[in-house]
């Protein structure tokens, strides 16, 4: 796996997505999403079997959508934004880049 990466899982369409430390290291920071700090295995989970929706004003952006019944305070659900980007392989070729941005806890009705 490539330096940097926490770890990476595949969506149920097929897409192969990462979450770097840096990006973790963002999310769980006090003045972002602390309470996503030990519910980084429910944030894999989400990525491998939540709900996916397509950003209406950018088309390379996701989001995932995913329910549990044991997250902090009243909260539902786990909320992950992807990216889908290529990169440059090793013959010029365009290989997927697909990376977590953010992630966090909502409570939704």
């Given at each position: 796996m490539?330096a ?19 990006r ?6 006090p ?8 519910y ?25 959508t ?19 980007r290529?990169?440059?392989g090793?013959?010029?070729?365009p ?15």
């Open positions: 490539t940097g990466r926490r770890w990476m899982v595949r969506d149920r369409y097929g897409n192969d997505i990462y979450l770097t430390d840096e973790w290291k963002h999310i769980v920071e003045m972002n999403h602390p309470e996503m700090s030990a980084e295995e429910h944030l894999k989970k989400t990525i491998q079997s939540g709900k996916r929706k397509q950003d209406p004003l950018n088309p390379q952006k996701y989001r995932y995913k329910q549990f019944d044991d997250l902090a305070e009243d909260n539902t659900h786990i909320i992950a934004t992807v990216l889908f290529f990169s440059e090793p013959s010029g070729e290989v997927p880049n697909n990376y977590i941005v953010t992630a966090y806890q909502k409570e939704i009705g």
